[in-house]
C-alpha cells in the first residue's frame, strides 16, 4: 500500500465527521479491505461485516490515532483484527497454544516435492488449480495464513506486514517461509497427480 494515501486525506476533517472526507476514504480502500476479509474468511456476509466494522471503529479511533503509520495500514490492521475475532469466534479451536519460533510450529518440514515446471501453461493457470490454490491456503494454520495473504496476495512489504499484525520483520519472514513451504507440498500433490495424467495421455 502507498504511504501517499494517507497524505491524500485530511485527519482534522474525519475527526470532525466531515462526511465527503468519509466517504472519499471509505471509497479508497473498502475493496482492498473487503478483499482481504474475503481471502481470509472465505465468505461473503462475514467480509462484509468486517468492511463495515473496520470503519466504523475507525471512526471511533479517530481521535487517538497519531499517524505513526499509514492511515491504510492502520485501517487494514483493525481488519485483520475484525476478521481474527470472527474466526476464533466461529473456530476456537485456534487458540491452542503452538511451540516454535514466534508461536508457530518449528518441527514441521514439508517432504512432498513435485517440479511442475513441465505442465502446460494452461493448467497452471486454470480456474480448477486457482480454486485449489486457494482452498489450500484457507487450510494453513491461522497465523501463516494471514502472513501469505498479506504478503504475497495483498503484496504488502515485509515491513507493512509487521507493522500491521505487530510482529518483528523477522517474525513475518519466518512464517511466509513456512507458509510458502506448506503450500508447495500440497500444490505438490495435486501438481503431481497432472503430471501423471500428462504422462499417460
Given at each position: 500500500?502507498?504511504?501517499?494515501?494517507?497524505?491524500?486525506?485530511?485527519?482534522?476533517?474525519?475527526?470532525?465527521?466531515?462526511?465527503?472526507?468519509?466517504?472519499?476514504?471509505?471509497?479508497?480502500?473498502?475493496?482492498?479491505?473487503?478483499?482481504?476479509?474475503?481471502?481470509?474468511?472465505?465468505?461473503?456476509?462475514?467480509?462484509?461485516?468486517?468492511?463495515?466494522?473496520t470503519f466504523?471503529?475507525?471512526?471511533?479511533?479517530?481521535?487517538?490515532?497519531?499517524?505513526?503509520?499509514?492511515?491504510?495500514?492502520?485501517?487494514?490492521?483493525?481488519?485483520?483484527?475484525?476478521?481474527?475475532?470472527?474466526?476464533?469466534?466461529q473456530k476456537?479451536?485456534?487458540?491452542?497454544?503452538?511451540?516454535?519460533?514466534?508461536?508457530?510450529?518449528?518441527?514441521?518440514?514439508?517432504?512432498?516435492?513435485?517440479?511442475?515446471?513441465?505442465?502446460?501453461?494452461?493448467?497452471?493457470?486454470?480456474?480448477?488449480?486457482?480454486?485449489?490454490?486457494?482452498?489450500?491456503?484457507?487450510?494453513?494454520?491461522?497465523?501463516?495464513?494471514?502472513?501469505?495473504?498479506?504478503?504475497?496476495?495483498?503484496?504488502?512489504?515485509?515491513?507493512?506486514?509487521?507493522?500491521?499484525?505487530?510482529?518483528?520483520?523477522?517474525?513475518?519472514?519466518?512464517?511466509?517461509?513456512?507458509?510458502?513451504?506448506?503450500?508447495?507440498?500440497?500444490?505438490?500433490?495435486?501438481?503431481?497427480?497432472?503430471?501423471?495424467?500428462e504422462e499417460?495421455?
Amino acid at each position: 500500500m502507498s504511504e501517499q494515501k494517507q497524505q491524500e486525506f485530511s485527519l482534522e476533517a474525519l475527526r470532525s465527521g466531515d462526511r465527503a472526507e468519509l466517504a472519499r476514504l471509505v471509497d479508497a480502500h473498502s475493496t482492498q479491505i473487503y478483499r482481504l476479509a474475503l481471502k481470509m474468511l472465505a465468505n461473503n456476509q462475514d467480509a462484509e461485516d468486517v468492511l463495515q466494522n473496520t470503519f466504523m471503529k475507525a471512526m471511533q479511533a479517530l481521535p487517538s490515532f497519531e499517524g505513526r503509520s499509514s492511515l491504510s495500514t492502520w485501517l487494514y490492521r483493525i481488519a485483520v483484527n475484525e476478521a481474527l475475532m470472527i474466526i476464533r469466534r466461529q473456530k476456537p479451536e485456534v487458540n491452542v497454544v503452538e511451540h516454535g519460533i514466534d508461536g508457530v510450529q518449528s518441527d514441521y518440514v514439508p517432504t512432498q516435492f513435485v517440479d511442475w515446471c513441465c505442465l502446460p501453461e494452461s493448467e497452471l493457470m486454470s480456474s480448477e488449480a486457482k480454486n485449489h490454490l486457494d482452498e489450500a491456503v484457507q487450510q494453513l494454520p491461522e497465523k501463516l495464513r494471514i502472513v501469505f495473504i498479506l504478503r504475497d496476495i495483498e503484496k504488502l512489504s515485509i515491513r507493512e506486514t509487521s507493522q500491521m499484525l505487530e510482529l518483528t520483520e523477522s517474525a513475518v519472514k519466518t512464517r511466509l517461509l513456512r507458509a510458502r513451504l506448506q503450500l508447495r507440498e500440497q500444490l505438490s500433490v495435486y501438481y503431481g497427480e497432472r503430471l501423471n495424467e500428462e504422462e499417460l495421455a
